[in-house]
């Protein structure tokens, strides 16, 4: 079998949900042994099954292995150990007797069909983020440039999660995404949920606001989502005229999008004058994400883009709506240009998770759109904005190229070619 010329460090994760699991686990921590020298394992970790949910729980462990096997010869010794312990084929992410994956080395990245090295759901899955930070918190993630000991905390699979994230001071992380390609994506990161948002009249529509974007318009663009990011946690805004007319409408809107984009809930805009449409879509089993201080679809009545909640009458009453959403059912809500003064005490008022955009830091989490945080735009730049990459930048210079080598005949190669 051909080796490289030094060791390689790698860790590598166990998985198992059919028969002895701790057997299982035993059998493949005695094979590893043969293909390395196991340096640690980390504690045994009980998860639930993802993507096919008819299926027991599995347990998982994480070893930190050094090896004079190279990745691609690492994974065939697997396979065979996956074999000798008695894996069965069966359907894509179905139940398993043992399944061996390398997640982390220390040689240079792999990308062959059969194979990826860092795993691409490395990222993303909890027990993944958790055996990393036992193993090898000090390790980089090849793919991000960030330190496994800042990719952690538990995920988000139910409203309750935001609840146990906010008790256990966990920021909770939201990104707002309107497509497949860009859900794809994020659904290869820790962050913790996406909302399809009405601002998609804005960003992909090129509306001056929200206020025309409808159900359809929704349903489309979280179905897409949802195609993405099958696992992620989704919320899907509820456009303007879709709920506040009446309860009736709001629940045979709120149940279309549900039903029609296998989102987990839907967001509302507004406080005590929405209540009644709030309960009713919790009796009905419809979770809702509310969203206080400036709410893009009162726009008209704002007079505009203005902070919410200045003034001490203002506060109290944006405090009051936070409360009263929560008592309706709410499980967290959205604070918009909120002073971060305000933001706090409500944070502080309130056993529903807060996420801030413009509300300061003390709020349970944050949300950005996909675009904006980017830097897909170069003449969007609101306060509340950081810009964690200058992709307009990169657009414009790749179109440029791309024309140039058409225009010049330098595209395509032979290589790009078909005979």
């Known amino acids: 079998m051909p080796r490289v010329g030094q060791r390689t460090e790698y860790i590598i994760v166990l998985g198992t949900n059919v028969g002895d699991r701790q057997a299982n686990l035993a059998q493949a921590m005695q094979g590893l042994a043969e293909v390395g020298e196991v340096l640690q394992q980390s504690r045994v ?13 599995f347990l998982n462990q994480g070893v930190r292995l050094v090896s004079d096997l190279n990745p691609p010869d690492l994974l065939k010794a697997l396979l065979q150990l996956e074999q000798r312990i008695g894996r069965q084929k069966r359907i894509k992410n179905g139940p398993r007797e043992i399944d061996i994956d390398i997640v982390w080395s220390s040689a240079e990245p792999v990308h062959l069909p059969n194979l990826r090295v860092p ?67 994020v659904a290869r990161t820790s962050i913790d949920a996406i909302l399809v948002g009405d601002s998609l009249g804005n960003v992909v529509q090129g509306l001056p606001n929200t206020l025309a974007v409808n159900v359809d ?14 696992q992620a946690f989704i919320v899907v805004d509820m456009p303007f005229m879709s709920y506040q007319t009446s309860v009736e409408k709001a ?5 279309r999008i549900i039903k029609e984009t296998g989102a987990d809930a839907v967001k509302l805009e507004g406080g005590k004058a929405i ?17 206080l201080g400036f709410t893009p679809q009162s726009l008209l009545a704002f007079g505009g883009y203005k902070v919410q909640g200045k003034g001490d009458a203002a506060a109290e009453t944006l405090l009051s709506d936070a409360v009263a959403l929560e008592k309706a059912g709410a499980f967290a809500v959205v604070l918009e240009m909120v002073p971060a003064a305000v933001a706090e005490k409500v944070s502080k008022a309130c056993t529903l998770a807060t996420i801030g955009i413009g509300a300061g830091t003390a709020t349970d989490g944050q949300v950005l759109v996909i675009t904006d945080l980017l830097g897909m ?7 509340f904005v950081r810009k964690y990459a200058n992709l307009s930048s990169d657009i414009l210079s790749a179109l440029e190229n791309y024309a140039a080598e058409v225009r010049d005949v330098r595209f395509p190669s032979e290589k790009e070619t078909f005979h």
């Open 217 to 230: 318009d929704m349903i489309y663009h979280a179905r897409a989502v949802r195609r993405g990011a099958p």
């Open 119 to 185: 795993h691409i759901h490395n990222r993303s899955r909890e027990w993944i983020r958790q055996i990393m930070n036992e193993l090898k918190s000090d390790a980089v993630d090849s793919e991000t440039g960030v330190a496994w000991s800042r990719i952690r905390g538990n995920a988000i699979m139910n409203i309750h999660d935001f609840t146990k994230k906010k008790l256990a001071g966990e920021k909770i992380s939201v990104v707002t995404c309107y497509d497949h390609a860009f859900a794809r994506l």
């Open 377 to 383: 735009d170069p003449d969007f730049a609101p306060r």
């Open 275 to 291: 209540l009644p449409q709030v309960r009713a879509l919790v009796e009905a089993g419809i979770p809702v994400m509310g969203h």
């Open 251 to 255: 629940l045979e809107n709120a149940g």
């Open 45 to 57: 970790l009980e998860t639930l099954p993802i993507l096919i949910r008819a299926q027991g729980r």
